[in-house]
């Protein structure tokens, strides 16, 4: 157990249909990382917070928002969605923002939701 | 930007033997991490080995170990003694050191472990 909590596990829904998912990272982290797995594109970085701020953004589509909490949770939406979407999508938390030359900041990984867009 | 490869897509190996995982990637950068993540058939992703770039010394831990060659910008990971709970999809991943901690994965190699 990573000690990142992803909720749902699983969730169903029809094409242009709006969800959100939701993650709590790890107790003291204070970045936040979405990553998406699908057949099609394989493992990519969406985006990062820290700290209630955006802090990078990768290859997001602009249907695809987050945001990032006062309580330090996130959530991700996805709108208008279409089969493509279909894909687990994985949370990861690290103690701290990152750039910051030699530190390390492991990035630990919540169990992922998977959506299915039908 | 940075990319990483894994050409092997899928890989066997027997119980108690040895495989080894090839990656490599392309960066500018001179400092920056490496890593293998394991992905059971649960999906959780497992942080498996670590290596940064400043460092000679390949990294290990227990069974696993690294071969990194950084001029040729290849960083492989060897199974020693392998397991039936080996049995995952393996990625390598790549992670600048600059602005964000963003993870680059490669495609991933499926292993395969039988008895």
């Known amino acids: 157990d990573s000690g990142v909590t992803q909720t749902p596990k699983h969730l169903i829904t029809a094409t242009g249909q709006r969800v959100t998912l939701r993650c709590s990272p790890r107790?003291?982290?204070?970045?936040v990382y979405w990553y998406q797995q699908s057949l099609d594109q394989g493992l990519q970085f969406l985006i990062q917070?820290?700290?209630?701020?955006?802090?990078a953004k990768g290859n997001i589509l602009e249907r695809f928002s987050a945001q990032q909490f006062p309580d330090l949770h996130s959530e991700l939406n996805l709108s208008s969605l279409e089969l493509g979407d279909s894909a687990l999508y994985f949370c990861a938390s690290s103690p701290r923002g990152g750039g910051a030359g030699g530190s390390y900041n492991e990035q630990f990984f919540g169990p992922g939701t998977r959506l299915t867009v039908l | 930007a940075q990319t990483v490869t894994q050409s092997q897509p899928e890989m066997s190996v027997q119980e108690a033997e040895t495989v080894t995982l090839s990656c490599t990637y392309d960066t500018s950068e001179s400092d920056y991490y490496l890593f293998w993540y394991k992905q059971p058939p649960s999906r959780q992703m497992i942080l498996v080995i670590r290596?940064?770039?400043?460092?000679?010394q390949n990294a290990t831990e227990n069974r696993f170990s690294v071969n990194f060659q950084k001029a040729a910008k290849s960083f492989s990971l060897k199974i020693s003694d392998s397991q039936l709970g080996d049995a995952a999809m393996y990625f390598c991943a790549y992670r600048s050191p600059y602005n964000t901690d963003k993870l680059i994965f490669g495609t991933g190699t499926r292993l395969q472990v039988f008895p």
């Open positions: 107790s003291g982290d204070l970045s």
């Open positions: 917070y820290y700290n209630g701020e955006e802090r």
């Open positions: 290596q940064e770039a400043y460092k000679q």
